[in-house]
Every structure is written in C-alpha cells, then in structure tokens.
C-alpha cells in the first residue's frame, strides 16, 4: 500500500509559517532603506509599508478563497491545476521546487551564517560563513527531514521568538517617542533630502514588496494540515494581518527611539544604535541573536516546501521518475527523496550566489537570488487570479470580479518593481529561467507521447 502524507499540522503552525517565512532579516534593515529612497520622509515611508502590505492582503485573501474549495498536494500547484489545468500546474510546480524554494534556502542559510559571524567578530564573508552556511542547510534539511513534527514546532518557537523584538521595539520605543516628542519630531520635521515624492515612494514601494514576499510557501502544507479547507484560508489571513501590524508598529517605534538623521546612518548601524538607545549596550547584541532565530526560522519554513516540491509533481505522475520521488517514508512520514533533491538543488543555488554576489567569481553576469524569481512567482499568479473570473460562476461579484482584478494589478506592480530596480541582472535571471524549464518541456513531452519518466536524471 502506498504510503501518503497524513494530517499532522495545526492551524498555529500554518499561520507560523506565514507570519515566520515573510519576516526575515529584511525587516529588521529595511527601514533604514526606506528611509534613504525617501529622502528621511518618515509618512512616506509608512505609506509605502502600508500600501506593500495591501498588496499581500490582497494576494492572500484571493488564495484563501482557493484554499478554501481546492485540496491536494502542494497548495499552489493544486490552484493552478483546477484554474488552468495540469501542464500549467506541472511548470508551476517545476519553477517552485528548482528555482522558487531553493533559491530562498540558500539565501537564508547564507544571511543567518553572516549574522553569526558579525556576532562573534568573523569575517562575515570567508570561509568560516561558509562552513557556517553548509550547517545551517544541513540541519535544517535534516530537521524537516527526520522529524517533521518538530520542524513544525520550531517553526511555531522561531516565530513567537522572532516577534519580540519586533514588538517590543514598537511599544517602547512609540511610548518613549511619543513622551520624549522624538516621534512628533520625526513625522512632522523636513526631510533629510529633497527626493520626489512620487519617485520616493515607488522606491520604499519596492523595497516593501520584497519585504512581504514569501506568504505562499505556507500552501505548501495543506495535505498535512488538519481541516485544511477552513484552517489554510485562516492562517493566510490571519498571518498576513499580524506581518503587516508588526512591520508598521515596528517602523513607527525606530522613529520614535532614535532621531531620523542616526538612523540614517546605513547598514545595520542606524538601527542598532536604535535598540542600544532603548535596551542599553547589550540590546545590539540582542539585535543580532533574534536576526539569526528570525533568519533560521524562515529557512526552516522555506526548507517544509523546498522537501516537498518535487514530491508534489510525483505525486501527480509529472517529472523525473515519478514512482522514486512519490515515495513517502513509512517511519517519517516525510517524502526523503524529494527531501534529498531539494537539499542538493539549493547547494547548486548556494555556489551560484556566491559566485555571483558574495565571491565574485562571475559577477556582473549573475543576478540577485533573493529578489528576482518573485519575477515568475508573481507572473504564475496572474492567470490563476484571471481564470477565477472565467470558472467561479457561483462566487459573488466582490470574489469572482473586484478580489481577482485587484490580484492581477498587484502582481503587475510586484514584477515592475522587480525590474525597475534590478534592469540589466533580469535579462541574467530570464536566460536561466528559460535553461532551467527545458527539462520540464522534455518530461512533459515524453509523458504526452507515452514514453516512460522512469529514467535517471
């Protein structure tokens, strides 16, 4: 009897990997950004966190209301396969677990390890990151691997941990801002620059989009959530709700610890001196222990779907040897094989990104792994939002025609946004997309003709 994956998380650790896969280090320093494309505009900024986190809003609810009728392996392949049928969710599926996933690990794996190193006073680029690197990936591959259930538990701990300086900062430093009158100071004094402010907010507008990006790895699960239909839809709502309240309470308590013109300082200084204002001198080395927890605790969640990606095309008898990579471990309940190809995926995505942007070795013919597949991942969204409009006869008119519209132009800004601030590297990004989808078309071809997939790689 083929052994499938069972109902085994709640809808705490769905809503966890929500809330723990979006907020990741970027929100910790994306401040400090926002403010600088702002010109010191502290209401501009708040605007574009508040428009970027409309924008996911909108996403989620317009997939929670798929969530809500559609169940299979691997939520988002199982949307784009009752919206646009099975070849379009085969490549949606296939861009997920060789791009999408992996891309994601290696970055987080390679931020966390940097975070130790600024720690322990390392070098935070040598050779020790990268050992720091490779145990990172490797334990959370095993983690998700071995113990699935744990995994989900250290994805419910990361998050809680990674919340408190979050919200912490936003309480005290408002209450401090508001009582010192450095909040007032903040919102009401000129700029720090004569920016445009139209040019200004689409900048902080981009910097958000990137800042809220993540969310649907979260439908990666929903084979092993219980009561899927009603807890899917709920944790994308509810988590969503909580990110964006936590960004914009955060953003507010930076500016009401510290003057504007010290936070805009750069890199990690501005908002370390922040917290060292509010917490004393050890609050920046707090900062950077809740970094590393927040980092982990993403790659942890990023790790769940990057096990499961090649899984959910085998399962559904697309791709590679189907009957290897659909098998799930009796002991484990955990798809090891696909588990094995994510792992070993994400260390080719890792050489590449040192490669191209830490080591050197090839840059300025590489391209940002972090930031550009948001690229595809927001352009597969677009036909699923339009073919609700086409196929859900029986939703309401809010749900089948102003929910999906507002989708689609969203998605469109996302992709905008992406190439207005990376130009030249998309043309890199788009000639590697199209080398990695070459295989699909060949499987895909092969399975239409009859011939068998069954074939080593």
């Not at 209301?65 to 199982?78: H, I, M, P, T």
């Not at 994601?104 to 690197?133: E, K």
């Not at 030249?424 to 071809?445: D, G, H, K, S, T």
């Amino acid at each position: 009897m083929e052994t499938r994956l069972t109902k085994k998380y709640n809808v705490a650790t769905a809503i966890s990997m929500v809330v723990g896969i979006v907020i990741g280090s970027g929100v910790f320093f994306k401040a400090e950004k926002i403010l600088a494309v702002t010109g010191g505009n502290v209401v501009l900024g708040i605007v574009a966190w508040v428009i970027g986190g409309l924008i996911m809003l909108i996403c989620t609810y317009a997939f929670s209301g798929l969530a809500s009728r559609y169940e299979y392996v691997s939520g988002l392949v199982d949307y784009a396969e009752a919206a646009m049928g099975k070849t379009y969710a085969y490549y949606v599926g296939w861009f997920m677990c060789l791009v999408y996933y992996p891309t994601l690990a290696a970055a987080l794996s390679w931020v966390s390890a940097r975070y130790v190193c600024l720690l322990l006073g390392l070098p935070p680029d040598g050779g020790g990151a990268l050992s720091i690197t490779a145990f990172f990936l490797i334990a959370s591959f095993f983690v998700n691997t071995l113990s699935p259930i744990l995994a989900g538990k250290v994805q419910v701990a990361c998050t809680v941990i990674k919340l408190i300086p979050l919200v912490c900062m936003g309480i005290f430093g408002i209450s401090i801002g508001v009582y010192k009158g450095i909040l007032a100071d903040n919102l009401l004094s000129p700029p720090l620059q004569n920016i445009n402010p139209t040019k200004g907010l689409l900048s902080a507008l981009a910097a958000t989009a990137f800042a809220y990006d993540g969310w649907i790895v979260a439908t990666c699960i929903n084979a092993e959530l219980h009561n899927a239909k009603k807890n899917l839809p709920r944790a994308l709502m509810i988590g969503t709700v909580i990110v964006i309240s936590v960004y914009i309470l955060y953003y507010l308590g930076l500016f009401g610890a510290s003057p504007k013109n010290v936070l805009a300082q750069g890199g990690e200084q501005g908002i370390t001196t922040a917290f060292t204002s509010l917490f004393s001198n050890i609050g920046g080395s707090l900062l950077f222990v809740f970094v590393i927890i927040s980092c982990l605790g993403s790659l942890n969640g990023i790790m769940m779907g990057c096990a499961r990606g090649l899984y959910s095309l085998a399962i559904r008898g697309e791709g590679p040897r189907p009957s290897m990579f659909s098998q799930v471990d009796s002991a484990t309940n955990v798809p090891v094989n696909s588990a094995i190809w994510g792992l070993f995926v994400t260390v080719c995505w890792l050489l590449y990104y040192y490669g191209a942007t830490l080591g050197g070795w090839f840059s300025g013919y590489g391209f940002d792994i972090t930031e550009l597949p948001i690229i595809t991942m927001y352009g597969s969204y677009i036909p699923i939002f339009l073919m609700i409009i086409k196929k859900e006869k029986t939703l309401t008119t809010f749900h089948r025609y102003i929910v999906p519209i507002l989708a689609v132009v969203s998605c469109l800004f996302m992709i905008t946004a992406a190439c207005l601030s990376h130009k030249q590297e998309v043309i890199w990004y788009l000639l590697v997309f199209i080398c990695l989808m070459l295989p699909a078309v060949y499987y895909n071809r092969r399975k239409k003709k009859g011939l068998n997939t069954n074939k080593p790689l």
